[in-house]
């Protein structure tokens, strides 16, 4: 056991615990309220970046320890997996924090108490901490889970004025603890296992148990952790819902991180409770079902995302849509792993996709979110057709808005790109071996071109069009330097994830290196790292002494300056001429809100073709 890292975890969760107690006490001072929790939301998370920075540059991974509570012991471990995800957790939690300092100070909250707020944020964040670091799914599990549901339900009926807010939060807490009821089942139904028995053990007993058995406890967890990740169909049962009418940055908690722990589980259910004497069949057939459930995630949320009109719910439906992606590339993987060791290869593709874009989705579906926070605090709506003509009076949101919407969609040298690719490429180039995947793989390139029509049509209604002129009040300006800080340092990361997804390729392989399980035995290898960092992209260059795929955005980039600047050069040889008119409007004499193109109306004729796939608005 490294002290180190067990007093590391400690004092982080510790920390968040004292200031839900402390910092409401100052509740009536809202900016220091405010500032106080993202100090200590941001001194926790460096001190859990550092707990994970020591697991994944050290030796001694994965680091197993009890917590003694009373009589209670709670195993916990926190292992490379565990590791991304605590730092990522931290990421989102610090910067959301900065950003509610100036965001909760938005009228409609100002006659609300901050109290119950700064007391559910941090017990928020280390429930969810907790969540990827506990070894069990009773003692530990069961205490995790309700600090990240009961507190994470509170903060989103915050405005619990609306009745309507008031269903939604209890329509999520009640299926959040029907999850939890699913998966602490399957902790104690295993025979031989009890309160506090680690997966480990959990694993070994799922070995000697008859297979029909198996298949129900393994069917239970997935249940259980698919609801949490918004998993089709239990994701649209409360997923919209919540994360529409939650204050904003908790919105972007939510989406960026908080259904990335049911991610977190669907990982350790595939990879780490199949016990290693578990037949490869069976494994394969969960491997099928999964990638076939992830499918039809992405394809039904993001059609019914093109939908929305109300760009929170757009979001929201677009985060199940991105979930389906991650659990695809988890069950291709699971699938890879079997007895064909010309698939393994793909299996490490597929799960580096599926890591690398649970990253990115957290940092740009969390920039969405605070970015149509910022639109809302301004303008006083999130309504798609009472927006428009933003780009001019909220220039910066606009900006890191359009750079978000380009990474979502996949758009060559943006972060979403890259995990999609390896995602796409892992299930296309399986071919004869698994022909299903191949369509699999075709659906969700077509899908990504629906999310693409999803963001232009978001960042279009919201930025460039015209309309909030006639529909809002009109001292529209910028916001804070307070709420763009997080915003400009989110979009960097997204640059970041797109134009070096070498770095990633690092990562991930620190994260195999990190972890105990069949999984990392098989793909955890030199030699198979070596072709993921080698033969990805095709394009190859020399980082230090090793050579290094992924070249390609940069490349893609030059060349793409290069035909500008020809571009450019043969405007200028031809003469070229600039002239300027009035623009046309179709025959009426002036432009106004009576006359100009809807949110609602965009994409008409393909919502009719996809009305059967649920998510229809004002007759869509």
């Known amino acids: 056991m490294d002290f180190n890292i067990y007093n590391g975890l400690m004092m982080g969760v510790l920390l968040l615990v004292a200031s839900a107690i402390v910092i409401p006490l100052f509740a009536r001072h809202r900016k220091l309220a405010g500032g106080l929790n993202f100090v200590v939301c941001l001194v926790a998370g460096v001190i859990f970046t550092g707990v994970a920075c020591q697991v994944l540059t050290g030796a001694a991974a994965p680091a197993t320890f009890d917590l003694h509570l009373g009589g209670w012991a709670v195993p916990l471990m926190i292992d490379g997996v565990s590791a991304v995800f605590m730092a990522l957790i931290s990421l989102m939690a610090a910067v959301t924090a900065f950003y509610c300092v100036g965001y909760m100070e938005m009228d409609h909250y100002r006659h609300y108490s901050l109290r119950g707020f700064f007391f559910c944020y941090p017990v928020f964040v280390a429930g969810m901490i907790g969540i990827v670091t506990v070894d069990d799914l009773t003692t530990g599990f069961t205490i995790a889970w309700q600090m990240m549901t009961i507190a994470s339900f509170f903060l989103i009926r915050f405005d619990h004025h609306d009745k309507v807010i008031v269903r939604s939060a209890n329509k999520y807490l009640l299926l959040m603890e029907l999850a939890w009821v699913a998966i602490l089942a399957v902790g104690l139904m295993v025979p031989g296992c009890t309160w506090g028995s680690s997966l480990h053990q959990i694993a070994g007993q799922l070995g000697l148990v008859d297979p029909g058995l198996r298949t129900l406890l393994l069917a239970l967890t997935l249940l259980g952790f698919g609801m949490k990740a918004g998993m089709f169909p239990l994701g649209q049962l409360w997923l919209p819902d919540a994360h529409s009418v939650a204050p904003s940055p908790i919105s972007a908690m939510l989406s960026g991180v908080m259904i990335k722990t049911g991610i977190y589980g669907i990982l350790r259910t595939l990879f780490w409770m199949t016990p290693d004497n578990?037949?490869?069949?069976?494994?394969?057939?969960?491997?099928?079902?999964?990638?076939?459930?992830?499918?039809?995630?992405?394809?039904?949320g993001?059609?019914?995302?093109?939908?929305?009109?109300d760009a929170k719910r757009l979001h929201a439906y677009s985060s199940i849509g991105q979930i389906g992606y991650i659990i695809m590339a988890i069950g291709c993987a699971r699938y890879f792993l079997g007895p064909e060791v010309g698939l393994h290869a793909l299996a490490l593709l597929a799960l580096f996709g599926a890591l690398c874009h649970t990253l990115n989705h957290a940092v740009f579906k969390g920039l969405l979110f605070l970015c149509t926070g910022s639109v809302q605090y301004t303008t006083g709506t999130k309504d798609l057709d009472k927006l428009g003509g933003l780009f001019g009076l909220m220039p910066v949101t606009a900006v890191v808005a359009g750079i978000a919407a380009i990474a979502v969609s996949g758009v060559p040298a943006f972060s979403g790109f890259t995990s999609k690719w390896a995602i796409v490429g892992s299930a296309l180039l399986s071919g004869k071996a698994v022909g299903i995947f191949v369509i699999f793989g075709i659906i969700a390139l077509v899908t990504s071109a629906m999310t693409l029509a999803t963001y232009v049509k978001f960042y279009g209604m919201t930025f460039t069009s015209v309309g909030v002129e006639w529909n809002e009040k009109n001292d529209i300006h910028e916001v804070s330097a307070s709420m763009l800080a997080p915003k400009l340092l989110l979009a960097a990361v997204c640059l970041v994830q797109g134009l070096f997804p070498f770095l990633f390729v690092q990562l991930f392989g620190r994260v195999l290196a990190t972890s105990e399980s069949a999984m990392t035995r098989v793909l955890g290898t030199p030699e198979m790292l070596s072709s993921l960092a080698q033969s990805y992209a095709g394009v190859t260059f020399r980082l230090g002494d090793s050579p290094v795929a992924f070249s390609l955005p940069l490349v893609m980039i030059a060349m793409l300056v290069v035909a500008l600047l020809f571009a450019l050069w043969l405007r200028k040889a031809g003469g070229a001429e600039e002239r300027t008119a009035p623009v046309w409007l179709c025959g009426y004499q002036t432009l106004n809100s009576a006359n100009r193109y809807l949110s609602s109306h965009i994409f008409d004729a393909f919502k009719k073709f996809t009305k059967w796939t649920g998510g229809n608005v004002r007759g869509a």
């Open 278 to 300: 578990m037949p490869t069949q069976e494994l394969q057939h969960w491997g099928m079902v999964v990638a076939l459930v992830g499918v039809v995630t992405l394809f039904i």
């Open 302 to 309: 993001t059609s019914q995302a093109v939908k929305q009109v």
